[in-house]
């Protein structure tokens, strides 16, 4: 039995920042749960003492000297922007804090 | 002479020879480009004054009797998922539409210092998410051998542009088969190498941990040719390596089977597979054994978990990837009536800028690393990824290189499994496991199957940092099939009708 | 907002016992980011040290910056701490318009630097121990301007304009275990670490250290539980302290406010609370709630750090003395009584005398400018003396001045004014208004004679012992030089022309 519900997905959403419509909510409710039930054989294959791998290729320590390097021109930082003023980013005004 | 059907190793003499210039082959390709990509779609952007440019410059520079690098006036198509200062970058998705980078990635800067006109960008599943390139904003791609069906993907347009012959060479990405699976289904060659082996600076990311740069080719020494042009340690990417794997040129040209133990995936054959791709895989064992190879059985208990690790692995990696798509520095904006606040913007942009696959695989991502369920779903598939390395090293002590059918199936119509996320996923059921090792592995056109006369393919696979071992098996195999088939499998393919 | 009541701080602490924990974050003072070559200098115009990396562009990668490592492990060792041989970078996801990729690249379960300890003396002399949980690495994010509405505040603004010069600045935040015991101390001692870890900081020169910059920022977390109670209470989490005294004014606020919250049998509602300076009071912020759920997973585009034995015990050999050594050291060079050296300590003026002593000036006359006039002057602004407009050099020269009798003590006051006022430094500010005292005998004499006239007894008292009795006539001298004399030459010349 799936844990995934139309309010679990709901949540997802919103931590996601993605607006979802109520037929998005059901279909994803039903696919995602299919997807969970098949992962949680996971857990089973893994029940022993087993290392996790998060890099395929082991590596350590990498590093780059701290060394200044060209930076692009404001404009060019700009430029992909949807709108912008007096050099810098505009948005929309932010919510709830303060 | 069809310039357009040379090999680009052929294409490259001409060029050396002075049999056609850079600007005549660039044209050639664009001319194929406009005559059948309006039915193929495999490019979302063509750049034809910038590659006649470099083409330009090529001939000029040969013509002054200049020194020039290998691949100079050789014409190329790069993934929509690659970085370009000097064209739209998309990734296949409403949300970037339009945007143009004002950077380039390592792999362009690349083939830009090679010299290689950039014929345009290929269409791609929405952020490579898909095997199908139907997830594209733009449409899907089809596959050149029966424009009915899909190409594979998520690189069916890199795939595509060099099956239907409109570019020599493409890149393509490969998370989970993205370079393999559309080179089975569209009789092509496409490598993924070992991972860290190609800079991924400039790739839009899906899966960082799984992503991997590479060739698409007609042919295994193509292949090789863009392999050794773009593969090399870049101090951008914290994860590429610091060695050379040497030449996949030199791989191919000296390739031997002679005392080769090939490695046959038990878990990757027989129930799941279409009788007609085993029926061509069976034969090409007989073939390898009569070239010298010895053909021994491993086993790969652990790789039936490999597709349910893949996705919690992936969409995980992909929800933190892509939230930087929020509408404030590029790409759309969309903004709700009324007076909305910033989250406002960001939601609904990301609503209208994403399409369903990207949704579904952010959401699953979402979960997969919340508190409460990350030990569960995102540390457990982790875990399998240990094992599943485990499986490899086991096989890799048995064997030099391991094969498997590359694809379960043949290409299906577009539109087949749309809505059935769980079996569109099985698609990858023998690419996935490579990337989750981050082993390198090479997809090698292998006979039409009987039941549809649709491409099949096989699957090489090399321990992390033996990539040339594909390229000498690979071109060992190749020429054995030529020898058999009397000419290229690719030479079957039926001429696409332009406007059709 | 309605301002919240307050509980009696002596009575609070007589039914409750605070439990204080610290958040600091160091800016480093690196030449680049954290994660790509651009400055780090976010004084510059808007969006000019930016590049792909910090804009969080598609297909940018992060690169660690090798110094910002060397940086953090000198912090651990300096702080007590053990150094993680394998340390790791994790992705903390949450959307913000000033996190370029809405996520923060920081460290989760495997910090550099853990379990470490500092022992911190409070203005009673008491000494604390402070235990460390962790030191980790992160990167700064953007700055937010507010524009139209009540100007500046988030609430009311019609929209924001977003600069990404800071974002990936390298950041080291250093956390506390809970700290227990210190009663009514806890806000002091709260202070005195802060104080302590720029210190640290500055000696190890790995930080400008700067509070009123931002370069050291504290978030408090405050907590009551009833004396003999086993459970911590709900703690508030106060951001936005950005210098000493508020940072003790802080934390007493929510203790009395807590303290009547709980006290008249409310609940403590676990959130982010905002310091308001001008006020001095703290305000809620956004709640602890779900959307805390920050999905951390290790980064995959970055590797393990993993500083070798041999790195660790060179850089532990290159850290400069501890802060207490330090002090023991300064405290004896000095000759200052423990009191005295204390009230310098807690007041921050060792760093400005120990620069003053450097630039030439007596310890005892250092101590007395910075000490009297200047941390007056700091106290009355509801200042740093750091944020003062005077400089360690302008105390030495000034001192210089009334060392050589140039000035007196009262004119001197008059010109650390004028310095702090920014009329230049003191030597200018002596010539240009004359306040130069008159060291002409001659001059001196005939004011001496002209106020001997007036009070023509006070030479026969001094001729019979009453020295004390040259009193009146200096001042009456005093007051027609304007104070522009030495009162010791006048006295003495009273005295001689007595003895004539």
Redesign the interface.
């Known amino acids: 039995m799936s844990e995934i519900t139309p309010e679990v997905v709901r949540h997802l959403a919103g931590l996601a920042r993605i607006d979802v419509t109520d037929a998005e909510v059901d279909r994803f409710t039903e696919q995602l749960g299919l997807i969970v039930d098949s992962a949680a054989t996971l857990k089973a294959a893994v029940a022993g003492d087993v290392p996790a791998t998060s890099h395929p290729i082991p590596m350590k320590n990498v590093y780059r000297e701290d060394v200044v390097l060209e930076s692009l021109s404001q404009e060019a930082a700009l430029s992909g922007s949807a709108d912008s003023e007096s050099g810098r980013f505009r948005v929309a005004a932010i919510l709830d804090e303060e | 002479m069809n310039l357009v059907k040379l090999t680009a190793v052929e294409q490259l003499e001409g060029l050396r020879s002075g049999a056609f210039t850079s600007v005549e082959l660039t044209q050639a390709h664009l001319d194929r480009i406009a005559s059948v990509d309006g039915v193929v779609h495999a490019f979302l952007h063509v750049n034809a004054s910038g590659a006649l440019a470099t083409a330009a410059e090529v001939d000029r520079k040969r013509a002054a009797g200049e020194t020039l690098p290998a691949l100079a006036g050789l014409p190329i198509a790069v993934k929509d998922n690659l970085t370009t200062i000097d064209e739209p970058t998309t990734a296949g998705s409403k949300i970037l539409e339009g945007w143009v980078p004002p950077y380039d990635s390592t792999v362009v800067s690349k083939l830009r210092a090679e010299m290689m006109p950039i014929l345009g960008k290929t269409n791609l599943d929405e952020f490579a998410m898909g095997s199908t390139t139907q997830f594209s904003a733009y449409g899907p791609t089809s596959n050149p051998w029966s424009l009915d069906r899909i190409p594979g993907g998520s690189g069916g347009g890199s795939a595509a542009a060099v099956g239907a012959y409109m570019a020599p060479l493409a890149i393509g990405s490969d998370t989970g088969g993205s370079i393999r699976y559309p080179a089975a289904m569209t009789g092509t060659v496409g490598t993924k190498p070992t991972y860290g082996a190609v800079s991924r600076y400039g790739l839009i990311a899906l899966g960082s941990s799984l992503d991997q740069i590479g060739p698409v080719a007609r042919n295994v020494q193509d292949a090789a040719l863009l392999h050794d042009v773009i593969a090399g340690h870049d101090e951008r990417d914290s994860t590429s390596l610091p060695e050379d794997l040497g030449s996949m040129v030199a791989a191919a040209s000296n390739g031997s089977l002679a005392g080769v133990k090939v490695g046959v995936i038990k878990e990757l054959s027989g129930s799941g597979f279409q009788a007609g791709i085993s029926a061509r895989f069976q034969e090409s064992l007989e073939l390898l054994k009569a070239a010298g190879a010895e053909i021994v059985e491993v086993s790969c208990p652990s790789f039936q978990y490999a597709i349910a690790a893949y996705y919690l692995i992936l969409p995980a990696e992909a929800s933190s990837n892509l939230a930087k798509f929020d509408s404030v520095r590029f790409g759309m904006r969309v903004t709700p009536e009324g007076n909305p606040t910033i989250e406002r913007v960001m939601a609904a942009t990301r609503e209208a800028g994403f399409g369903p696959e990207v949704k579904r695989r952010i959401i699953l991502g979402t979960y997969a690393l919340s508190s409460g369920y990350y030990d569960d779903y995102y540390g457990s598939a982790q875990k399998v990824r240990t094992l599943i390395q485990r499986d490899f090293d086991a096989a890799f002590a048995k064997a030099d290189v391991l094969v498997s059918p590359t694809a379960p199936t043949t290409a299906f119509k577009l539109g087949e499994k749309i809505e059935d996320p769980l079996a569109m996923y099985l698609n990858d059921i023998a690419t996935i496991p490579a990337n989750l090792a981050g082993i390198p592995g090479l997809s090698l056109p292998n006979g039409l199957a009987d039941e549809d006369g649709l491409p099949s393919s096989i699957q090489l696979l090399a321990p992390a940092r033996a990539d040339q071992r594909l390229y000498s098996v690979g071109a060992v195999l190749e020429k054995a099939h030529e020898n058999v088939w009397g000419k290229r499998m690719i030479d079957f393919a039926p001429e696409v009708k332009a406007g059709a | 907002m309605a301002k919240a009541e307050l509980m009696n701080y002596e009575q609070a602490l007589e039914k409750f016992e605070v439990v204080i924990g610290l958040e600091v974050h160091v800016e480093l003072n690196?030449?680049?980011k954290m994660f790509?070559?651009?400055?780090n200098d976010f004084g510059d115009?808007?969006?000019?040290?930016?590049?792909?990396v910090c804009?969080?562009?598609?297909?940018?990668?992060?690169?660690?910056?090798?110094?910002?490592?060397e940086s953090a492990i000198k912090i651990g060792l300096a702080i007590g701490c053990d150094i993680a041989p394998?340390g790791r970078f994790a992705?903390k996801?949450y959307?913000y318009?000033d996190l370029?990729?809405?996520?923060q690249t920081s460290q989760f379960d495997e910090p550099i630097a853990f379990e470490g300890g500092v022992e911190v003396e409070v203005p009673s002399g008491q000494v604390y121990k402070i235990d460390i949980e962790r030191a980790h690495m992160e990167e700064d994010a953007g700055k937010?301007?507010?524009v139209?509405?009540n100007t500046g505040?988030?609430?009311?603004?019609?929209?924001?304009?977003?600069?990404?010069n800071r974002a990936g600045v390298p950041l080291i935040e250093i956390v506390t275990k809970p700290v227990y015991g210190a009663g009514a101390e806890a806000p002091e001692l709260a202070a005195a670490y802060v104080r302590y870890i720029r210190e640290v900081v500055k000696a190890l020169d790995v930080s400008e250290a700067r509070m009123e910059r931002g370069n050291v920022r504290c978030d408090a977390n405050v907590s009551l539980r009833l004396h003999g109670a086993e459970k911590l209470g709900t703690r508030t989490e106060t951001k936005n302290v950005n210098s000493l005294r508020s940072i003790e004014r802080a934390v007493r606020y929510e203790i009395q406010r807590q303290a009547h919250i709980l006290a008249n049998g409310g609940t403590i509602i676990q959130e982010t609370r905002?310091w308001h300076e001008d006020k001095g009071t703290t305000?809620a912020?956004?709640p602890k709630s779900?959307?805390d759920?920050y999905?951390?997973?290790?980064e995959?585009?970055?590797?393990?750090?993993?500083?070798s034995k041999e790195l660790i015990e060179e850089l532990r050999a290159s850290l400069p003395e501890d802060p207490a050594t330090r002090r023991k050291r300064l405290q004896e060079a000095w000759g200052f009584s423990d009191l005295e050296f204390r009230d310098v300590v807690n007041a921050g003026l060792m760093d400005p005398i120990e620069e003053t002593v450097a630039a030439g000036a007596s310890p005892q006359a250092a101590r007395k400018w910075w000490s009297g006039e200047i941390a007056r002057q700091a106290n009355a602004d509801g200042k740093d003396v750091s944020e003062l407009n005077v400089t360690a050099a302008q105390v030495a020269e000034l001192a210089a001045l009334v060392e050589a009798g140039k000035i007196n003590d009262r004119i001197g006051r008059e010109v650390l004014a004028a310095v702090m006022n920014g009329e230049g430094n003191p030597g200018e500010i002596v010539s240009a208004k004359g306040l130069e005292v008159v060291s002409d005998d001659g001059a001196l004499m005939a004011a001496i004679d002209e106020a001997l006239a007036k009070q023509p007894d006070v030479l026969e008292k001094i001729r019979e012992g009453k020295v004390q009795a040259a009193g009146a006539v200096i001042g009456a001298v005093m007051q027609a030089m304007k104070g522009q004399a030495d009162a010791g030459r006048v006295r003495e010349l009273i005295i001689e022309r007595a003895a004539q």
């Open positions: 690196t030449k680049t790509c070559g651009c400055r115009e808007p969006n000019t040290n930016v590049c792909p804009l969080g562009l598609p297909g940018a990668l992060p690169v660690v910056n090798k110094r910002a490592v394998n992705r996801n959307f318009p370029a990729k809405n996520f937010l301007t507010h139209g509405g505040r988030i609430q009311g603004a019609e929209f924001s304009l977003v600069d990404y905002h305000s912020g956004r779900d959307a759920d999905r951390y997973f290790p995959p585009d970055l590797v393990p750090v993993a500083p």
